[in-house]
T-cell receptor, first 109, second 115 residues
Framework: RKEVEQDPGPFNVPEGATVAFNCTYSNSASQSFFWYRQDCRKEPKLLMSVYSSGNEDGRFTAQLNRASQYISLLIRDSKLSDSATYLCVVTSTGNQFYFGTGTSLTVIP | EPEVTQTPSHQVTQMGQEVILRCVPISNHLYFYWYRQILGQKVEFLVSFYNNEISEKSEIFDDQFSVERPDGSNFTLKIRSTKLEDSAMYFC?????????????FGPGTRLTVT
């Protein structure tokens, strides 16, 4: 069973659209959750941590549902520069991190 | 803004050779990690390192691999007797110790090509 599962997409959306990505994790002991973005052949870069109460950073909103072991990312008013792969990352101890396969997003002019 | 650096950016080696990938973590960080990403696949955890010893390692991190922090700044990944399937991007990451944040910061990666 995969530790972290994501819909790989691809998601192709027009500029200005709202898009949502989902992620599920298998280890109920997981404590910390993140969304990273990865551009082609580049390193993962932190987009945002995900907190139990949900959190927002500008156009980005992350939600965590511990009971369902589910994490989401909502992007509003999509920009061309949002085109990337979005990685869901989970850890229980901070010593080993599990990555999803990533969800590919292309924002179309 | 401080960042994790990695050298070389691209390493080509012949099957059976040994390679050493180098990383300089952010200076006040105390936890260090290596990951690999085979082209088109997900980022996979290899090993974490704290206080000069391995904290955790994955099934991928077998006897072919070793890590070292030889001089207090560099953090290296050695791959012995490389195989074709070792071709991948190798990312180093680091994070601070303590508090509630376990956010990692990644280096730009080393692309390893085994021929």
């Amino acid at each position: 069973r995969k530790e972290v599962e994501q819909d790989p997409g691809p998601f192709n959306v027009p500029e200005g659209a709202t898009v949502a990505f989902n992620c599920t994790y298998s280890n109920s002991a997981s404590q910390s959750f993140f969304w990273y973005r990865q551009d082609c052949r580049k390193e993962p870069k932190l987009l945002m941590s995900v907190y139990s109460s949900g959190n927002e950073d500008g156009r980005f909103t992350a939600q965590l549902n511990r009971a369902s072991q589910y994490i989401s990312l909502l992007i509003r008013d999509s920009k061309l520069s949002d085109s990337a792969t979005y990685l869901c990352v989970v850890t229980s101890t901070g010593n080993q991190f599990y990555f999803g396969t990533g969800t590919s997003l292309t924002v179309i002019p | 803004e401080p960042e994790v650096t990695q050298t070389p950016s691209h390493q080509v080696t012949q099957m059976g050779q040994e390679v050493i990938l180098r990383c300089v973590p952010i200076s006040n960080h105390l936890y260090f990690y290596w990951y690999r990403q085979i082209l088109g696949q997900k980022v996979e955890f290899l090993v974490s390192f704290y206080n000069n010893e391995i904290s955790e390692k994955s099934e991928i991190f077998d006897d072919q691999f070793s890590v070292e922090r030889p001089d207090g700044s560099n953090f290296t990944l050695k791959i012995r007797s490389t195989k074709l399937e070792d071709s991948a991007m190798y990312f180093c990451a680091s994070r601070v110790r303590g508090g509630t944040s376990v956010v990692q910061y990644f280096g730009p990666g080393t692309r390893l090509t085994v021929t």
